[in-house]
Nanobody
């Protein structure tokens, strides 16, 4: 699976962005998908994840109520809608894929197999 992330950019605090991640291959629907982010000098952390069928999702506490992850299996694409952005959201955002048709949201938190190249989100104050 190859992943191509896009949609990053510069936005003012309070603004919105939508990230997209397009996956190659015919088996996209059998993968869980996640968005991670890495700020300068910090570790890469999971922001949000969704199971293969969209039945379970995970959101980091820091983005709950502001970010929404969705997937369109017909388009091999996963989206991350980010609203009410703050400077603390500034990071490189990566999409990732995890093989397995599991249903547990807890299983979304680690163990990803494939990674995209990252897209930079910068939120100015």
């Amino acid at each position: 699976v190859q992943l191509q992330a896009s949609g990053g950019g510069l936005v003012q605090a309070g603004g919105s962005l939508r990230l997209s991640c397009i996956a190659s291959g015919r088996t996209f629907s059998s993968y869980a998908m996640g968005w991670f982010r890495q700020a300068p000098g910090k570790e890469r952390d999971l922001v949000s994840g969704v199971t293969w069928n969209g039945g379970s999702t995970y959101y980091a506490d820091s983005v709950k109520g502001r970010f929404t992850l969705s997937r369109d299996n017909a388009k091999n694409t996963v989206y991350l809608q980010m609203n009410s952005l703050t400077p603390e959201d500034t990071a490189v955002y990566y999409c990732a894929a995890k093989a397995g048709m599991f249903t547990s949201a807890q299983a979304l938190r680690r163990g990803y197999d494939y990674w995209g190249q990252g897209t930079l989100v910068t939120v100015s104050s």
